[in-house]
């Protein structure tokens, strides 16, 4: 039986928070502006985190990339065929390697390479996933959520709270 999304994804439900420039707050769910870990610069991809630590953290992994005050914005976030690549029987059910996932990739983009993390955003949406979870590398325990569609037809639901979270 070929694996797919729904056989090995989960369903996420709740708010996230995501750091956004100041000036792109109301376009904060269009998703990214250039490339990262888990999409080419022409891809949309929305990154968020399950907690405002979270962001805090990514932010600082990231600093050069960022903004010099970026507004922390609540998302809620209705999903399903997300894979969690914090459970070793999904990323197997997958083909993924943690490894491949955590890989350096900035320095590969600034190349011209592709980084092994897009390749396991390509096998996840030949799976038909419509995202997933990505462990902290700098706060175990933390986790970031990734979506690779949303509100279209059949794609996780995201809705931008009317209050900003922190900032």
């Given at each position: 039986?070929?694996?797919?999304?729904?056989?090995?994804?989960?369903?996420?439900?709740?708010?996230?928070?995501?750091?956004?420039?100041?000036?792109?707050?109301?376009?904060?769910?269009?998703?990214?502006?250039?490339?990262?870990?888990?999409?080419?610069?022409?891809?949309?991809?929305?990154?968020?985190?399950?907690?405002?630590?979270?962001?805090?953290?990514?932010?600082?992994?990231?600093?050069?990339?960022?903004?010099?005050?970026?507004?922390?914005?609540?998302?809620?976030?209705?999903?399903?065929?997300?894979?969690?690549?914090?459970?070793?029987?999904?990323?197997?059910?997958?083909?993924?390697?943690?490894?491949?996932?955590s890989a350096p990739w900035q320095d590969v983009v600034a190349d011209g390479g592709v980084p092994r993390s897009w390749l396991v955003r390509d096998r996840l949406e030949v799976l038909g996933?419509?995202?997933?979870?990505?462990?902290?590398?700098?706060?175990?325990?933390?986790?970031?959520?990734?979506?690779?569609?949303?509100?279209?037809?059949?794609?996780?639901?995201?809705?931008?709270?009317?209050?900003?979270?922190?900032?």
């Amino acid at each position: 039986m070929e694996t797919s999304a729904q056989a090995i994804g989960v369903a996420v439900r709740g708010t996230f928070h995501r750091a956004v420039d100041p000036r792109f707050r109301d376009a904060a769910l269009a998703g990214s502006r250039t490339a990262g870990r888990y999409s080419r610069a022409d891809q949309p991809t929305l990154y968020c985190s399950s907690s405002v630590e979270g962001v805090r953290a990514a932010m600082q992994a990231h600093r050069d990339a960022r903004s010099a005050e970026p507004t922390i914005v609540a998302l809620d976030v209705d999903a399903a065929g997300i894979v969690d690549l914090r459970d070793p029987s999904a990323r197997a059910a997958a083909g993924i390697e943690l490894s491949d996932a955590s890989a350096p990739w900035q320095d590969v983009v600034a190349d011209g390479g592709v980084p092994r993390s897009w390749l396991v955003r390509d096998r996840l949406e030949v799976l038909g996933a419509d995202g997933l979870i990505d462990p902290s590398r700098t706060e175990p325990g933390r986790w970031h959520l990734v979506l690779f569609r949303w509100n279209v037809e059949g794609a996780p639901r995201v809705r931008l709270r009317a209050a900003a979270a922190e900032g």
